[in-house]
């Protein structure tokens, strides 16, 4: 089955600096690339997702890139906010008979003031 | 707010125990998933309901099982209790059948079982 890899853990920056957190998937069938903000106490929120026939897509502050040759794919958020520290997970759906998210580990943003 | 509701917030029970958590999906979706969020399995897909049918399978465990209503909305059953069955539970819900739909999550359940 599909097994997604991110890092890092943890990403500490400072306010107004940018953060990138990465991920990499191993089944070469997978077309989707979603990834989620899930802040304490609260379900994962769907902030930018992307699809395996784009190499990059932009919402505002933040970025999502797919190398799907690397099998690997990325978060940029720019101009970082203190709202932005959370839990940020990447995602990869593969399809066939199990057709849910695979998800990584998940990094911890923290926005240092 | 994602629009997916989920009942209990929390629930506290005993180990051989049965309990039922609730979904209500967004409105107009037809699909519902369920995933287990723990600390050391991290999110895992367990099942995924598309207009009524089970649709796809993940890492569930027998003991476990679900059904989506002519509603819509979906009920994870887990019986006979365990230590380890203790995590955060959440449904998403999308529009389409498969897994390329956008999944948006509600606010979860908290099993607590001891």
């Known amino acids: 089955g599909e097994n997604v890899e991110q890092h890092p853990s943890t990403l500490s920056v400072q306010e107004g600096d940018s953060a990138v957190i990465k991920c990499t998937y191993s089944?070469?069938?997978?077309?989707?690339f979603p990834w989620y903000k899930q802040e304490l106490g609260k379900g994962p929120q769907l902030i930018i997702d992307?699809?395996?026939?784009?190499g990059e897509k932009k919402d505002q502050r933040i970025a999502v890139t797919l190398n799907k040759t690397a099998k690997h794919f990325s978060l940029h958020i720019t101009e970082t906010q203190p709202e932005d520290s959370a839990v940020y997970f990447c995602a990869a759906r593969t399809g066939g008979g199990a057709d849910g998210l695979t998800f990584g580990k998940g990094t911890h943003l923290i926005i240092q003031p | 707010d994602s629009g997916v509701t989920q009942t209990p917030k929390h629930l506290i029970t005993a180990t051989g125990q049965r309990v039922t958590l609730r979904c209500s999906p967004r409105s107009g979706d037809l699909s519902v998933y369920w995933y287990q969020q723990s600390l050391d399995q991290g999110l895992q897909f367990l099942i995924q309901y598309y207009n009524g049918e089970e649709r796809a399978k993940g890492n569930i465990l027998e003991r476990f099982s679900a059904q989506q209503f002519p509603d819509l909305h979906s009920e994870l059953n887990l019986s006979s209790l365990e230590l380890g069955d203790s995590a955060l539970y959440f449904c998403?819900?999308?529009?389409?059948?498969?897994?390329?739909?956008?999944?948006?999550f509600g606010p979860g359940t908290r099993l607590t079982v001891t």
């Open positions: 089944d070469s069938a997978s077309n989707y």
């Open positions: 998403a819900s999308s529009v389409g059948p498969t897994g390329g739909y956008e999944q948006y």
């Open positions: 992307i699809r395996s026939n784009v």
